[in-house]
């Protein structure tokens, strides 16, 4: 355990509860109890479970986690409200997150009463909740606006009145590390304290990790921040900013993190926004080169976490801002192996594509290297005559000669159409050198009309190696037979 810290800190989750009050998110029972217990199984302390007095579905939910016996305590949100309590009683809570406004202004403009008021309803709320046999945490609404010694006495009320845990709640993001320092230690003194940061102004997470410096041991998050307006302390930044910033073993399963993460996301709706810290798309993805280059000789050099440790993978994509270290990374991935001038062609390539705004993807990279190495290979079949002959009342027939390793060839075939006929005769035409199988055939047009531009693209395989290769032009069969050479020249050369 780091010094930094007093005590074993705990994490309170209130994605279902505080989470779900993301506008628009609604979770059945279901996807709550599955949320529920994958919670429970990456180490959580604490399940919110929902809000007992909201809904007939909130009860069924708060009962179906209760019931499902998880190795965790299932907490529900109630006012200082008789039926609220009674609500989480009766459906098997362990224990319920009591909350009361405690600033003037939502003592005053909101509930319309008095600190003596609210006083008298969170300590006979505490009294009666532990008479229904419930753990209490007396959280208070709004403290980062409330007055530091009304704060004290009514914490120290309910703690004598018997509430076991206490909550600061910073419910509209207010708080900032100085503040922490002069209200949590001497809150944290009366019991043990929970911290509930929202991140209005995005300082939730800053501001938790201070509350607990100052003494608060249990903090409450989501996964993924989720929660009213900007959402609270997101769950997975907090448990990786307290092991790699703090050196503090918070005990989660790191690597369940990220599945935990995409669950969520997946059942809520609400999309991960792809730079999110930790679980973002791209958090682990390098398309620079200077960072591309560093990573792949040394991960630490750009990556403050390991991908790993949170169940995700490294991705290096390219772009105009690559270079030559990670595209030839790449190219080695797809078993290329080009010379120092070809890879400066290839990087000059990619650089083009980037600078037309295209992303750039794998097929992308393999058409570029099938360009560039094709221009530079001596090609060991040369086309010398195709026809092909296709109608109404007849089968289409293709013929071909080609000089194959300095001997001419020559073939037939026919097929269903004049396209499959000039495929066939060019594999057919080469089968005593080399059993070159067509895996792949796809047609694009260009530009529109019937004299348009088409690029046909071809896979195709020999003794397990598969390159694709490209063929563009106004004539569809032309553009094929173009496309089929360029990449049996490919397979036919000799290259590692
Ligand atoms: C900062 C937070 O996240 S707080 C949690 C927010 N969560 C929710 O609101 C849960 C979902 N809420 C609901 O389903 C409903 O609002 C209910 C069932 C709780 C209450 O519904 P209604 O009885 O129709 O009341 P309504 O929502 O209009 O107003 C809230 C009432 O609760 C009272 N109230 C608000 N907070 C508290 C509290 N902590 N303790 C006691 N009473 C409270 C308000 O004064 C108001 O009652 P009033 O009209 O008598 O003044
Ligand atoms: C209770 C709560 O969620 C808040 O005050 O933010």
């Given amino acids: 355990m780091s010094v930094l810290f007093a005590s074993k800190l705990r994490f309170f989750d209130t994605t279902l509860r505080d989470g779900e009050q993301t506008p628009g998110v609604s979770l059945n029972p279901d996807q709550k109890l599955e ?23 909130e009860q069924d939910a708060i009962r179906l986690i209760s019931d499902a016996g998880l190795p965790v305590e299932t907490c529900t949100f109630v006012r200082a409200v008789t039926s609220d309590i009674d609500y989480a009683a009766d459906n098997g809570a362990d224990s319920v997150h009591l909350v009361i406004p405690v600033s003037d202004l939502h003592i005053e403009k909101k509930l319309r009463k008095t600190r003596v008021q609210v006083t008298d309803m ?13 753990i209490v945490e007396l959280s208070g609404e709004d403290a980062s606006r409330a007055d530091l010694a009304f704060l004290k006495e009514i914490y120290s009320g309910g703690v004598e009145r018997g509430a076991d845990r206490l909550c600061f709640c910073d419910t509209v993001g207010l708080l900032t590390p100085e503040k922490i320092a002069a209200y949590i230690p001497p809150l944290a003194g009366i019991a043990p304290l929970s911290i509930h940061c929202h991140d209005d102004l995005g300082f939730a997470l800053a ?15 989501t996964v993924n921040g989720l929660g009213e307006r900007a959402g609270n302390t997101p769950f997975e930044e907090l448990v990786m900013a307290l092991e790699v910033l703090y050196g503090y073993h918070t005990g989660i399963k790191k690597e369940e993190i990220y599945s935990l ?6 059942l809520t709706g609400v999309p991960l926004p792809v730079n999110k810290a930790v679980v973002g798309e791209m958090a682990f993805t390098h398309e620079s080169g200077i960072h591309a280059h560093g990573v792949i000789r040394e991960p630490a050099t750009y990556e403050s976490i390991r991908p790993e440790q949170i169940g995700r993978k490294r991705r290096i994509v390219l772009g105009k801002h690559s270079g030559s270290a990670s595209v030839e990374a790449a190219l080695h991935e797809m078993k290329y192996a080009p010379n120092e001038q070809q890879l400066k062609a290839i990087v000059a390539r990619i650089k083009d594509l980037g600078d037309s705004g295209k992303r750039v993807s794998d097929a992308d990279l393999m058409a570029v ?3 560039v190495l094709a221009m530079e290979c001596k090609p060991t079949i040369k086309l010398r005559q195709f026809t092909v002959v296709s109608g109404s009342s007849m089968i289409p027939t293709a013929s071909v000669t080609l000089e194959v390793k300095g001997k001419e060839m020559t073939g037939a075939a026919t097929g269903d159409g004049p396209v499959d006929a000039a495929m066939q005769v060019l594999a057919k035409s080469v089968a005593d050198v080399a059993d070159i199988r067509l895996e792949e055939y796809h047609v694009d047009a260009i530009s529109g009309g019937t ?9 195709l395989s020999k003794d397990g190696k598969i390159i694709t290769s490209r063929g563009a032009r106004t004539d569809i069969i032309m553009a094929s037979v173009e496309a089929m050479i360029a990449g049996m020249n490919r397979l ?5």
Avoid: F, P
């Fill in 261 to 266: 993460s995409t669950l969520v996301s997946r």
């Fill in 35 to 57: 949320i529920a217990t994958r919670l429970a199984a990456i180490g959580v302390d604490v399940v919110e479970a929902g809000s007992a007095a909201a809904s007939a579905g």
């Fill in 122 to 134: 969170a300590w006979s709320s505490v009294e009666y909740a532990k008479s229904r046999g419930l």
């Fill in 207 to 221: 501001n938790t990790v201070a509350a607990l410096k100052a003494g608060a041991a249990c903090a409450h998050t």
């Fill in 492 to 496: 036919l050369e000799e290259r590692t």
């Fill in 451 to 459: 004299d348009a531009l088409v690029e046909v693209t071809v896979r």
């Fill in 369 to 371: 290297a099938d360009t």
